[in-house]
């Protein structure tokens, strides 16, 4: 180490800096993408569903049923239209956060260069006048010579130009520690963003069609559902039916809920975190697997043949729940087992109150492992 040298506190500025290392525009703007392309299809499946049932709703069907379903529809796409508003406004989010911390990161990095720079051109500037002082100072000792003594001394040009260094390394520090903290605000204000419930709800909040949250009988003019041959009732697929044998919430819906796989994971994890479950987007693929080796991603699937079957209580849903189990682990306001978000709650309320987590559930596990599927 020179006289005249990086200051102690050089570390702050260059600690300060490497934080800023791991921030990534590029995959900030990738998850904008996502969400755009996610806001996209919530619109192309709202606008699929309406002109769907735009051509019934013109006297083909009519009655009670027909009003409960259309009013339904009406629901379901007004919700669409929310889900979309909701993702779109988070991909712009995004893509202006994106900028905003290629901005700060950019900052930051030219503050830590320039201080690096400054301290170094004092370093190489003053570092010869203090040899110049030193080697004055000795002529000056030798009165043959008749040299004056070197103002300022080579200890003061030390002392001073450690200072500056020494004041230029705290500035730094100090506009790094600023855009810091800029940073933190615009990723936090992103977050908050994300973990809003949706204005109005999203599809959650949509009840099933009849006044009651029940499917309502069929009065004639259009047959959906139902099993082959003049049975009636669900199978393993699930159609329209209910009643013996198939627990208290009885058979599957005969209409399918709106939404994907994707969109209705990432509604329930937003439920879930802010019932203090510990979920994450992180785990979408996890509850996504599940729900692929479960139901195939049907939320209306039933499965009528195993040992639960046998006693009256079959496993329901995407998460393939069966009833008591559900209710043991649904949320309140969320307790209709084909209503896929209310299914992923239960299942993965259950999934944390007997495993602990996604790390203990016995499928996942042996998948881990290198086995297949287990069932849970």
């Given amino acids: ?13 260059t600690d300060k800096a490497k934080q800023v290392e791991g921030i990534k525009p590029e995959a900030i703007q990738k998850a904008a993408d996502q969400f755009h392309a996610a806001a996209s299809q919530a619109g192309d ?17 009519k009655g009670p049923a027909a009003d409960a379903f259309f009013d339904y529809v009406k629901q379901i796409t007004s ?24 901005d700060i990161k950019g900052k930051i990095d030219d503050a830590a260069k320039t201080a690096q720079k400054t301290i170094q051109t004092c370093i190489d500037t003053e570092t010869p006048k203090v040899a110049a002082a030193r080697k004055q100072a000795a002529d000056a000792a030798d009165p043959d010579k ?3 003594p070197p103002n300022p001394t080579a200890e003061q040009i030390i002392t001073a130009a450690n ?28 977050q908050q963003l994300m973990k809003k419930d949706i204005e109005g709800g999203g599809y959650a909040t949509v ?24 049975g009636g009732g669900g199978g393993g697929g699930g159609g329209g039916g209910g009643g013996g044998g198939l627990g208290p919430s009885g058979g599957p819906p005969s209409t399918t809920p709106p939404g994907n796989v994707q969109q209705w994971i990432q509604e329930a994890i937003k439920i879930l975190q802010a019932a203090g479950i510990p979920v994450t987007e992180a785990d979408i693929q996890k509850i996504w697997t599940i729900i692929e080796k479960e139901s195939g991603g049907n939320p209306n699937a039933i499965n009528d043949w195993d040992s639960n079957a046998a006693k009256g209580t079959p496993s329901k849903g995407l998460m393939q729940c069966i009833d008591p ?27 944390f109150s007997r495993y602990g987590g996604f790390e203990g559930h016995p499928g996942l596990k042996s998948m881990a492992g290198g086995g297949g599927y287990q069932g849970y």
């Fill in 1 to 13: 180490m020179g006289d005249i040298d990086f200051p102690p506190n050089w570390s702050q500025v």
């Fill in 163 to 190: 200072a500056a260094n020494q004041k230029t390394a705290s500035s730094a520090a100090e506009s790094i520690t600023g855009l810091l903290t800029q940073a933190d605000g615009l990723i936090s204000k992103s």
């Fill in 79 to 102: 919700a669409g239209d929310r889900v979309k508003g909701h993702l779109e406004e988070i991909s712009k989010d995004l893509g202006e956060l994106q900028v905003q911390l290629s």
């Fill in 207 to 230: 009840p099933m069609p009849g006044k009651d949250g029940s499917v309502p009988k069929r009065t004639g003019g259009l047959h959906t559902g139902g099993g082959g041959g003049g």
């Fill in 325 to 351: 189990t559900f209710n043991a682990h649904k949320l309140p306001g969320h307790d209709d087992i084909y209503n896929p978000v209310d299914n992923i709650i239960a299942g993965v309320r259950y999934t």
């Fill in 45 to 61: 499946h709202s606008a699929s569903l309406k002109s769907s049932t735009d051509a019934l709703n013109g006297g083909v069907w």
């Fill in 146 to 148: 008749k040299i004056q």
